[in-house]
């Protein structure tokens, strides 16, 4: 739902941008709700000891996107398309932002994009621990994951504030589910086609390099 709201929105952002944006938001968090209710399943049926969410900073960083998301903290993690309309006069507006993509490590490989926000998911962060309901140890893994103290460098260097920076997710969507399904594919037995590809590509698939960012500036504007 996520890839095909993403590929549409090419051409369905000229037609009705509301719909398009609306449609991306809807595929992001039906993916991250997905892994909320994942992590349910998996605190009934697996060990904590064995395999423990917040540990994982892969797994803990979809969370927080989630929470962030699901209980209205940080502006839910803004993508660029809303951000975007909510802090320009128009949409028209051309604006440059910072967009980091994490390379895949296999050849050739790459996910399309879906940019979140990283001034947003810093606040959620930055939050007291009764907010976010992460750890300290749990929030530094994520920053360190995410190598955070790259993205004002990036910033800077291309004369932006750090609001201007944004982060594909779908890379660490991508590494959220390499980390998962080793754990529970015992436990799981696909019926669909694509059930039974997704639970096959992800058994072994390396990470990508989340701390080997692929930063580059744009000119962004949308339809009015």
């Known amino acids: 739902m996520l890839f095909e709201a993403s590929i549409s929105a090419q051409q369905l952002l000229f037609v009705d941008r509301a719909e398009a944006v609306g449609n991306i938001e809807a595929g992001l968090n039906s993916v991250v709700n997905a892994f909320h209710s994942l992590y349910d399943a998996t605190e009934k049926e697996i060990p904590r000891q064995t395999l423990d969410w917040y540990k994982h900073p892969e797994l803990a960083t979809i969370l927080a996107i989630r929470n962030a998301r699901h209980h209205n903290k940080a502006n839910k993690i803004r993508q660029l398309y809303n951000f975007h309309v909510q802090t320009t006069s128009t949409p028209q507006d051309v604006r440059k932002y910072v967009v980091v993509d994490f390379p895949a490590q ?4 790459d996910t399309f994009d879906v940019y ?21 140890q749990t929030i530094d893994g994520i920053r360190a994951y995410l190598a955070a103290d790259k993205f004002p460098q ?3 260097r291309h004369g932006l504030a750090l609001d ?6 779908v890379p660490l969507i ?9 754990h529970i594919s015992p436990r799981i037995s696909p019926k669909s086609t ?11 698939m390396p990470p ?3 701390t080997n960012h692929a930063a580059e500036a744009i000119a962004f504007f949308l339809p009015g």
């Open 154 to 156: 990036h910033a800077a």
């Open 194 to 204: 694509e059930a039974k590809a997704f639970a096959s590509l992800f058994k072994d």
């Open 116 to 136: 979140l926000s990283w001034a947003d998911l810093d606040e959620f962060l930055a939050l007291p621990t009764k907010e976010s309901k992460m750890r300290a």
């Open 174 to 182: 991508v590494n959220a589910a390499g980390k998962l399904v080793p």
């Open 106 to 109: 296999e050849d050739g490989a």
């Open 208 to 210: 990508a390099l989340t």
């Open 164 to 169: 201007c920076v944004f982060f594909n997710v």
